[in-house]
T-cell receptor
Framework: KAGVTQTPRYLIKTRGQQVTLSCSPI?????VSWYQQTPGQGLQFLFE???????NKGNFPGRFSGRQFSNSRSEMNVSTLELGDSALYLC?????????????FGDGTRLSIL | AQSVTQPDIHITVSEGASLELRCNYS??????LFWYVQSPGQGLQLLLK??????LVQGIKGFEAEFKRSQSSFNLRKPSVHWSDAAEYFC???????????FGTGTRLQVFP
């Protein structure tokens, strides 16, 4: 069974631009969560989607948004990029929703802002 | 709201030595507890989880963890470390009421031959 696939693996953008990251969950998984990982802040929860609906949201500004499609694939968008948005963005999928569900992570998209 | 603390940022052990990584949490009830491992350049992989029942849980790669309610701890252990265990280890706590999963800041494990 294929794992969680995140594309692209690496991205370089400049301040003020916007970016879209993609995540394909494990087949049959209906929940997708996004995390931002930085050396200083660790793993921070961005949001969780289940059945195309946002179930939970972390403490990030509105520049960070996401969506989920009917095939459970998810995208995350960051607008008006700032230097501090440089990070590894991880997507995780699980069979269902809920904090008891084990998460299956992709290898992440490393975003660098110049 | 729940919180999780991993007091050790960096741990170094010799290959073959035993290992214990500490995890303490703050939550009003028994949370869902997880340990994940992250190798360089990769995502996180689930090692083990605890929901209820037997407080000693076994995971993959020879790891185990013990839930101690009185100490609000969920420490990860391995009797004999292999060089391939060098990675970063994250403890995570899931709240039963808010449904949010919070990760600790991680412990980086270095293994010397």
């Amino acid at each position: 069974k294929a794992g969680v696939t995140q594309t692209p693996r690496y991205l370089i953008k400049t301040r003020g631009q916007q970016v879209t990251l993609s995540c394909s969950p494990i087949s049959g998984h209906r929940s997708v969560s996004w995390y931002q990982q930085t050396p200083g802040q660790g793993l921070q929860f961005l949001f969780e989607y289940f059945s195309e609906t946002q179930r939970n949201k972390g403490n990030f500004p509105g520049r960070f948004s996401g969506r989920q499609f009917s095939n459970s694939r998810s995208e995350m968008n960051v607008s008006t990029l700032e230097l501090g948005d440089s990070a590894l963005y991880l997507c995780a999928s699980s069979l269902g929703a809920g904090s008891y569900q084990p998460q299956h992570f992709g290898d992440g998209t490393r975003l660098s802002i110049l | 709201a729940q919180s999780v603390t991993q007091p050790d940022i960096h741990i170094t052990v010799s290959e073959g030595a035993s290992l214990e990584l500490r995890c303490n949490y703050s939550y009003g009830a028994t949370p869902y507890l997880f340990w994940y491992v992250q190798s360089p350049g990769q995502g996180l992989q689930l090692l083990l989880k605890y929901f209820s029942g037997d407080t000693l849980v076994q995971g993959i790669k020879g790891f185990e963890a013990e839930f101690k309610r009185s100490q609000s701890s969920f420490n990860l252990r391995k009797p004999s470390v292999h060089w391939s265990d060098a990675a970063e280890y994250f403890c995570a706590v899931g709240a039963r009421d808010t449904d949010k999963l919070i990760f600790g800041t991680g412990t980086r494990l270095q293994v010397f031959p």
